[in-house]
């Protein structure tokens, strides 16, 4: 039918956005873009995606210029589009300044956008190897990390000096609710990966196991936090 057909202008956009279709959501696209203006309770991404910042995950206030990951909601009448919600990929503090006069340290804020072998790219600008870390906490796609870094002139390459999870939690007594090969739900709101999860040795957790958890703030569809630790509850 004539009314269903998408009108080209319309086309343009999306062509321009570079969307990836979430299963399951036929009125629901995931875009990867920047923030082109900012107001005080509203943005828009790439001029045609207005988004609340109520809707953002991440730190506030955003600017233009950030880069961000929004799950966007096509209105099927109007064809307007507004984001339901909003990862931020990538934000440079506003004293991002050298510590000393010879200081090249600076500080980032940015979320894995995803990890390759041995190498971790953040929000698809820079790249550090993961050897280069300390062992104790290994970053995951979707986590969202704050680090200081110094740069390799001409290159995406970064040299890490700290880094660590931008938010983490430490939860008590919540249930296994999932699991499927190599993925798995607490409470049915944290996702974890038997690929990066810690845990006492010898113990493997089971649906319906109860545990305490130590999450970090992650971003990927339905989910918020990523559980990197699980010790079971004694009963």
Not at 180 to 197: A, E, M, P, W
Request: glycine residues 6%.
């Amino acid at each position: 039918m004539a009314a269903d057909k998408q009108p080209k202008g319309q086309k343009r956009v999306w062509s321009i956005l570079r969307p990836l279709l979430l299963r399951g959501e036929p009125n629901t696209k995931i875009v990867k873009g920047t923030v082109t203006s900012c107001r005080n309770n509203y943005g828009c991404i790439e001029g045609c995606v207005v988004f609340s910042h109520t809707d953002v995950i991440g730190p506030l206030p955003l600017q233009p210029g950030d880069k961000v990951l929004a799950f966007v909601e096509e209105d099927p009448l109007t064809r307007n589009l507004r984001a339901t919600e909003v990862c931020v990929l990538c934000v440079f503090p506003e004293d991002d300044r050298p510590r000393d006069p010879f200081s090249k340290i600076h500080d980032l804020s940015a979320c894995v956008s995803h990890v390759k072998k041995n190498i971790i790219h953040l929000a698809d600008e820079y790249y550090f190897y993961l050897d280069s870390i300390s062992k104790g906490f290994m970053p995951y796609k979707g986590d969202w990390l704050d680090v200081e870094y110094s740069a390799q002139q001409k290159s995406s390459k970064i040299i890490i000096h700290s880094l660590k999870a931008t938010k983490w939690r430490y939860l008590e007594e919540v249930c296994v609710t999932s699991i499927q090969k190599r993925h798995g739900v607490l409470n049915h709101t944290i996702f974890f990966t038997f690929d990066s999860l810690k845990c006492p040795m010898g113990y493997t957790p089971l649906v319906g196991h109860v545990v305490n958890v130590v999450v970090v703030q992650s971003i990927r569809p339905n989910y918020n936090w990523r559980a990197v630790f699980m010790m079971p509850v004694n009963t």
